[in-house]
């Protein structure tokens, strides 16, 4: 049997007066911050949790795929949102991007 940890706040109290954070939090973003200027922030997703770069009411930038949530959260606390963040995401995927993590061998 897995347990599930609780996910971390939705928002960071930097943001929690920024107009987008309620809808992005009631759409299942948490753990929502800035990076580089971008909104940031953890999404769980069919079969992977992401860290999600540059969103907004429409959608995203690109988003960095993790097996483990607690996985993505301490990716995304440690990146400082210059290059990849770190951890062993599987993929980044968004729009024209389709990029497995060079860092993972077979």
């Known amino acids: 049997m897995t347990t599930r940890t609780q996910p971390s ?3 960071t109290s930097q943001l929690a007066n920024h107009p987008w954070v309620p809808a992005l939090a009631a759409d299942g973003y948490t753990d929502i911050c800035e990076r580089e200027g971008r909104l940031c922030g953890i999404r769980r997703f069919n079969f992977t949790t992401a860290v999600v770069v540059g969103v907004d009411p429409v959608g995203y930038h690109r988003r960095y795929c993790y097996e483990h949530a607690h996985e993505a959260r301490q990716a995304l606390a440690a990146w400082d949102g210059k290059g990849h963040p770190g951890g062993p ?8 991007i389709e990029l497995l993590n060079p860092a993972l061998t077979c």
Not at 89 to 96: E, F, M
């Open 9 to 11: 706040s939705p928002i």
């Open 89 to 96: 995401w599987i993929k980044c995927k968004g729009a024209g």
